[in-house]
T-cell receptor, first 115, second 116 residues
Framework: DSGVTQTPKHLITATGQRVTLRCSPRSGDLSVYWYQQSLDQGLQFLIQYYNGEERAKGNILERFSAQQFPDLHSELNLSSLELGDSALYFC??????????????FGPGTRLTVL | AQKVTQAQTEISVVEKEDVTLDCVYETRDTTYYLFWYKQPPSGELVFLIRRNSFDEQNEISGRYSWNFQKSTSSFNFTITASQVVDSAVYFCALSEAETGGFKTIFGAGTRLFVKA
């Protein structure tokens, strides 16, 4: 158990809908990262937050947005869902962001199925 | 541009064989971090090792060892005396600093089958 929690574990929804994925980092970790894992794209970095601020951005679609709250949990919002958004979404956390970078610890993931 | 290449898509070995998973990376930065993660069939991603770009020391942890060579931009992973429980997908990853944060690129992964 990495200490990172993600809810829900599974999510099934329809095209055009909006969903919110939630992540709680390990105790003491200030950085949260979101990734998408799909068969055709592999593991793709979406976005990083550090202590509530966006710090790095990857291949995140405009239909997707994220935020990190004062209690450090994070939410990834996916809207106008398409079939191709079906994937496993991982959240990871690490201690710091900056010079002293540390490894990321991953949550169990949320499997999103768009029908 | 950042890139991580794991040329081996799948490897199949018999238990107790040694196996090396290759990882080649591209980066323009002089400071970067390399990682290996394991994804067993259950789906979670398990951290195995981190290497800083300025530390080329190789590392051994039990049956696992890593060979980092900046001259060839490679960070290879060797499992000695493989076991069935080593069957998983292994990912190599590269992180670079970006505007106060870190952007991480993962390789496509190498699926390792260890047969009894």
């Amino acid at each position: 158990d990495s200490g990172v929690t993600q809810t829900p574990k599974h999510l099934i929804t329809a095209t055009g809908q909006r969903v919110t994925l939630r992540c709680s980092p390990r105790s003491g970790d200030l950085s949260v990262y979101w990734y998408q894992q799909s068969l055709d794209q592999g593991l793709q970095f979406l976005i990083q937050y550090y202590n509530g601020e966006e710090r790095a951005k990857g291949n995140i679609l405009e239909r997707f947005s994220a935020q990190q709250f004062p209690d450090l949990h994070s939410e990834l919002n996916l809207s106008s869902l398409e079939l191709g958004d079906s994937a496993l979404y991982f959240c990871a956390s690490s201690v710091v962001s900056g010079i002293n970078y540390n490894e990321q610890f991953f949550g169990p993931g949320t499997r999103l199925t768009v029908l | 541009a950042q890139k991580v290449t794991q040329a081996q898509t799948e490897i199949s070995v018999v238990e107790k064989e040694d196996v090396t998973l290759d990882c080649v990376y591209e980066t323009r930065d002089t400071t970067y971090y390399l990682f290996w993660y394991k994804q067993p069939p259950s789906g979670e991603l398990v951290f195995l090792i981190r290497r800083n770009s300025f530390d080329e020391q190789n590392e051994i942890s039990g049956r696992y060892s890593w060979n980092f060579q900046k001259s060839t931009s490679s960070f290879n992973f060797t499992i000695t005396a493989s076991q069935v429980v080593d069957s998983a997908v292994y990912f190599c990853a590269l992180s670079e600093a970006e505007t106060g944060g870190f952007k991480t690129i993962f390789g496509a992964g190498t699926r390792l089958f260890v047969k009894a």
